[in-house]
C-alpha cells in the first residue's frame, strides 16, 4: 500500500495496513498524498475551535510519512535500527500553530502506534524514537503521561489551538499538561463548575 491509500484508509476506516517492503515514495505518490492531506484538513476545520490555523502542506506530509515508517518499523525492521533514523527523520522545519495542526492531522494516531510499540518490545529504540516524537508534539500527544520536550507557547498563544489542547486534556485527564499557568487557567475555564462531572477528582488532584 502506497502513501496515499494508508492515508485515505487510516482517516476513513481507523485501520493500518503497510508494505512490508520499505522502498522511497514515488513522486506521484506524495502529490497525491498532499492533496489528500489538504482535503483532509478542510474536512478536520469543523471539529475545531474558533478560527484554526492554515494549513501548512510540507509539516503534514512529514507527519503522514513519519507514521506510516512508523508503523511499518512496528511491523518489521529490515535495516535494523539503523533504520530507525533512516526513516523517521526528526522534523527540521518551523513549529509554529500551523506546523502543529497540520502534523496533527496524522501525529494524533501517535498514541496508538505507540502503545502498539511498547507492548511487542517495550526496550525496542523504536519507542524511544516514538516517545521522543510525543515529546516535541504536545499537541499531539495528550493522555500519554508524556512531558512536552519544551514550552507550549505557540499553542497557548493561539486560540483555537489553546481550546482544542485544553479540551484534549480534559478528556484525557492529563494532569500532568495543567503544569503550565495558562494552560491550567484554561482547562478551569472550561471545566467551570462541571468538574466534578467531567474531570473527577480534579480538584483533589490540584489541592496545595
Known amino acids: 500500500m502506497n502513501l496515499s491509500s ?3 484508509t487510516l482517516v476513513r476506516d481507523g485501520q493500518v495496513t503497510v508494505d512490508t517492503a520499505v522502498h522511497a515514495f514515488s513522486p ?5 498524498t498532499r492533496s489528500i492531506l489538504l482535503n483532509y484538513y ?3 476545520l469543523i471539529d475545531m475551535p474558533g478560527e484554526a490555523p ?16 512508523a508503523a511499518q518499523l512496528i511491523r518489521s525492521r529490515p535495516s535494523g535500527n539503523n533504520g530507525i533514523e533512516q526513516w523517521l527523520p526528526k522534523h527540521a522545519g518551523a513549529t509554529g500553530p500551523e506546523a502543529i495542526y497540520s502534523a496533527d492531522l496524522c501525529l494524533r494516531y501517535l498514541p496508538d502506534l505507540l502503545s502498539i510499540a511498547k507492548k511487542l518490545a517495550p526496550a525496542d529504540p523504536l519507542v524511544q524514537r516514538l516517545t ?9 500527544s495528550t493522555g500519554m503521561n508524556i512531558y512536552p520536550a519544551a514550552p507550549v507557547t505557540a499553542i497557548t498563544e493561539h486560540p483555537s489551538l489553546l481550546q482544542a489542547y485544553t479540551d484534549r486534556i480534559i478528556a484525557s485527564k492529563d494532569t500532568g499538561r495543567c503544569n503550565d499557568p495558562v494552560v491550567m487557567t484554561a482547562v478551569k475555564a472550561s471545566l467551570g ?8 477528582g480534579f480538584h483533589d488532584s490540584f489541592r496545595d
Request: aromatic share 20%; no cysteine; proline share 5%.
Open 132 to 140: 521522543e516524537t510525543a515529546a516535541q508534539w504536545p499537541f499531539s
Open 193 to 200: 463548575s462541571y468538574a466534578d462531572l467531567l474531570w473527577p
Open 54 to 69: 492554515a494549513f501548512d502542506n510540507d509539516t503534514a506530509l512529514w507527519a503522514a510519512s513519519f507514521i506510516y515508517r
Open 28 to 32: 506521484d505518490d506524495l502529490a497525491a
Open 42 to 44: 478542510q474536512h478536520d
Open 6 to 8: 494508508f492515508i485515505t
